[in-house]
């Protein structure tokens, strides 16, 4: 199905998927027992069991820690302290974190927007072949929200996700292919099949 989405609604659009971004489980059963306590509605003990994880530095503690405090739940919504803990996350290379700070930053409707900081952290994801963070770095590119525009690059990006099974990121490729010459998608490709992720 084609998507016909302005880039600003893009952004947005793309920045609500991450809340379906699930990490895997660390091995410790206090993150299982706070899911749990999470999926029933139990917010209490779902930060009793991941506030310790997350304060020994549990990356992926630390990241669903903060999505409780962007949704306020089991405590005060806070988006400051959320970008602490997705920060924390972030550092220690939990890609969805990346993914997730980098978006707060893109988007700027918690946040103040910072598109270098929303680089910083897509970029980081993004070479670990986080789809989400490759798809909004293309975005970036076809846009040029804090890049110089440029359509291969955007072109790369969308392939790459798209290669791994995004659908949305192979609709802005098929409708970016429309706009570009021959020569800049043969570019693209080529890009595309050379990169190598980061993990």
């Known amino acids: 199905m084609p998507f016909s989405i302005r880039p600003c609604r893009r952004i947005a659009v793309l920045c609500t998927l991450v809340l379906a971004i699930l990490c895997t489980a660390p091995v410790w059963a206090?993150?299982?027992e706070g899911m749990a306590a999470y999926n029933r509605g139990d917010y209490a003990t779902t930060l009793k069991e991941w506030r310790p994880l997350a304060e020994q530095g549990d990356r992926t503690?630390?990241?669903h820690l903060a999505w409780l405090y962007i949704l306020g739940r089991g405590v005060p919504q806070d988006d400051e302290e959320a970008v602490r803990w997705f920060r924390k996350a972030s550092v220690q290379g939990d890609s969805d974190a990346q993914t997730n700070l980098g978006s707060?930053?893109?988007?700027?409707?918690?946040?103040?927007?910072?598109?270098?900081?929303?680089?910083?952290?897509?970029?980081?994801?993004a070479a670990q072949g986080n789809l989400t963070a490759q798809t909004k770095l293309g975005i970036m590119y076809e846009?040029?929200?804090?890049?110089?525009?440029?359509?291969?690059?955007?072109?790369?990006w969308f392939s790459l996700a798209a290669s791994e099974g995004s659908e949305l990121a192979d609709a802005f490729r098929d409708a970016l292919t429309k706009e570009m010459p021959p020569?800049?998608?043969?570019?693209?490709?080529?890009?595309?099949?050379e990169w190598t992720p980061n993990k």
Do not use: C, N, S
């Open 30 to 32: 206090g993150f299982e």
């Open 61 to 63: 503690a630390q990241h």
């Open 104 to 125: 707060l930053y893109l988007l700027g409707d918690r946040i103040p927007q910072d598109y270098t900081e929303a680089l910083k952290w897509l970029r980081a994801a």
């Open 143 to 156: 846009d040029g929200h804090g890049v110089p525009q440029d359509r291969v690059q955007a072109y790369m």
């Open 183 to 193: 020569a800049q998608i043969t570019e693209a490709q080529k890009l595309a099949r």
